[in-house]
């Protein structure tokens, strides 16, 4: 992940859209220095920011007479050239509350701006208010901070009385967006519901419009998205179906990343950014395409981007192999895992590498591209040998990163998630996986109270207190390692895993009323060391809804194979309703389950289908197949 630094924090949150507002005060909202693109238009919303609020205002402050303006990315950064201008339709006072902890004020903030003996509180800074007077019809033209980009500050206006009341958000997402989502049944735990819609409605919050249309965001601002938090985040977005009127592509954020691709096949690792044409971070897009092709069956959409996943492969084998052994050189910090230990070339991209040729190579084959199918199996099996044969370490039983650039040592005593990528990528024999599988079990190492840590306790750069990528657990490689033990058929353990791994996060949430960017792996809560964002969904969103349908509840869809599996182990009434499938998600289905008195008792699913398909019912117990017609009130028994 990202590493973040800010200084200061800003404002209580009120997303402001200025088509929504019943008296337009404010309009033409646009930014328009470094870093502005094409700004903001009429009617975009401002950011939403639900991370920082002010705990404190001056004595006989009145909030019915203010509103607060946000716009994207001002919870992060606020930069050194001019930021956000508007225009105003009311004589109006607008106040700048600037952090005291600054040690420099802007020579914008000095021209006209007043020190108004007002003070406000965030936490543990202080805020000093300015003000200066506008008239209607004037534009107000604010600026960032001239000594650092980390500087932040809350924008009050004073505007007497109007309509709307401040501090009400005006969506425009009817609420009931929400009814045409995926409904989890969960007769004894309707926390987890409540949690699962809590998710995607802080995914709402954080969408943002792109060229090509509406997408979720990954929680880090409408400027920029990170490659890989995009290709995560379809562990869930997939079941948005068509339930949100304005996102109706879940693949959008994907396919805005491939517009953006260089000829050669580089794609930034983050859209938004080209300051470096060789930077790459976790390159895994295939990944994302093989979720919606599960997902979906759209066989058009994989003919049309065989050719995007192709040259962004070679691109990265370019820059970041070496013709003697694909063992690929660490690209960025940590390829993701920004603070780490690692070798100079690392196990988990070269595991990207190798899971990337094998859904090409899968991929090229539901699309009848015999040629390309053959290139990159055979491309897949030339890396698949070269991590068993050069990445693995025989004294520790782990695959682990190589020493130095010439790839002629084995780095010892790291002990990172990064070398789970093997285990994803069907590249580990059995007898390894077996060695990978008993290190997870381990309490001396994997085995935390919150599963897995990203960084094991045999590790020399393991903290108790998470400490970022050096303990704490994080939603995408706890996925990662979920899915790998999935694919070499460590289904218990799998499972395992992600209930515990829902438990501390549905907890967590609980205790904090947010969702995390990570989380401490000895407990509930957040890292008692390094940073953790609030409010981070993004691919944070996979455990409340992804994870808690295909590992907690059980149900997973495979629609080329026009089949549903059913591994179900809960003992409450469970299952899904609404939930759709297929080419243009027109499958639909409920699947439910009684309850009963424990896992041994038979199990009967109650069915409603307007599509035929395959359905198969593991218990535990025991495993059958049905024959689920296209018709309501059907009942299968598993005994």
């Known amino acids: 992940m990202k590493s973040k630094s800010i200084l200061t924090a800003v404002v209580a949150a ?249 000829p050669d096949g580089y794609a930034p690792f983050k859209w938004g950014y080209r300051r470096d044409p060789f930077w790459t971070q976790a390159p895994i897009f295939p990944m994302a395409e093989w979720q919606c092709y599960i997902h979906t069956a759209d066989t058009d959409r994989v003919k049309r981007v065989l050719p995007y996943l192709e040259k962004n492969f070679w691109n990265v084998k370019r820059f970041w192999a070496t013709y003697w052994g694909p063992q690929y050189f660490d690209a960025m910090i940590g390829n993701g895992m920004d603070n780490r230990p690692n070798g100079a070339r690392i196990i988990d991209l070269t595991g990207q590498q190798a899971i990337n040729a094998l859904i090409i190579s899968r991929l090229a084959e539901a699309a009848g591209d015999t040629d390309r199918e053959y290139k990159f199996n055979k491309e897949y099996n030339f890396i698949k040998d070269v991590i068993n044969n050069k990445m693995w370490h025989d004294g520790d039983k782990f695959y682990t990163d190589m020493k130095n650039r010439t790839g002629d040592e084995l780095k010892s005593g790291d002990w990172t998630l990064a070398s789970y990528w093997p285990l994803i990528a069907e590249v580990a024999p059995q007898d390894r996986v077996d060695h990978m599988v008993a290190h997870l079990n381990d309490p001396d190492n994997f085995k935390t109270a919150h599963r897995p840590p990203s960084t094991g306790k045999k590790s020399w750069a393991y903290d108790p207190g998470g400490k970022y990528w050096q303990g704490s657990v994080w939603v995408p490689t706890a996925t990662m390692v979920i899915h790998g033990l999935t694919a070499c058929g460590e289904h218990d353990l799998a499972r395992e895993i992600a209930v515990n791994h829902h438990y501390y996060t549905y907890e967590t949430y609980l205790q904090t009323g947010t969702i995390l960017e990570n989380y401490w792996q000895e407990g509930v809560g957040k890292p008692t060391a390094g940073s953790s964002m609030t409010d981070f969904v993004g691919w944070s969103g996979i455990t409340p809804t992804g994870t808690l349908i295909e590992y907690v509840i059980g149900i997973k869809v495979n629609a080329p194979e026009n089949t549903v599996t059913w591994r179900l182990r809960l003992t409450e009434q469970n299952g899904m309703r609404n939930l759709k499938w297929g080419p243009g998600f027109a499958h639909v289905m409920d699947l439910v389950a009684d309850a009963r008195s424990s896992e041994s008792d038979p199990v009967t699913v109650r069915a409603n289908s307007n599509h035929a398909f395959k359905l198969v019912v593991d218990a535990g117990f025991k495993t059958k197949t049905f024959d689920v017609a296209a018709a309501n009130d059907q009942v299968f028994v598993v005994q």
């Open 14 to 262: 009120l997303c402001l859209c200025s088509t929504a507002l019943a008296e337009e005060i404010f309009t033409d909202f646009n930014r328009n220095g470094y870093r502005a693109y094409d700004g903001l238009q009429v009617g975009d919303w401002l950011y939403v920011d639900l991370s920082y609020g002010v705990t404190d205002m001056w004595s006989g402050y009145a909030p019915d007479n203010y509103m607060c303006i946000k716009t994207y990315f001002s919870d992060k950064f606020y930069w050194d050239k001019d930021f956000l201008i508007f225009t105003v339709h009311r004589d109006v006072t607008v106040l700048i509350g600037w952090p005291q902890a600054s040690k420099h004020m802007p020579d914008w903030l000095q021209d006209g701006w007043v020190d108004n003996g007002k003070r406000g509180a965030t936490g543990s800074y202080t805020l000093t208010f300015y003000e200066k007077e506008f008239s209607s019809g004037d534009r107000v033209q604010l600026g960032g901070n001239e000594e650092a980009s980390f500087i932040m500050y809350t924008i009050q206006v004073e505007t007497g009385p109007h309509d709307p009341a401040p501090w009400v958000q005006e969506n425009v997402v009817p609420d009931t967006w929400l009814d045409g989502l995926p409904e989890p049944v969960l007769s004894e735990h309707t926390g987890w519901i409540d949690f699962y819609y809590f998710a995607w409605d802080m995914a709402d919050t954080k969408k943002v419009h792109r060229p090509l249309g509406w997408t979720f965001d990954e929680a880090h601002g409408s400027d920029v998205s990170y490659l890989w938090d995009y290709v995560w985040m379809t562990y869930f977005t997939k079941y948005v179906q068509d339930a949100h009127p304005l996102i109706t592509d879940f693949m959008l954020g994907i396919d805005q990343m491939y517009a953006d691709m260089y």
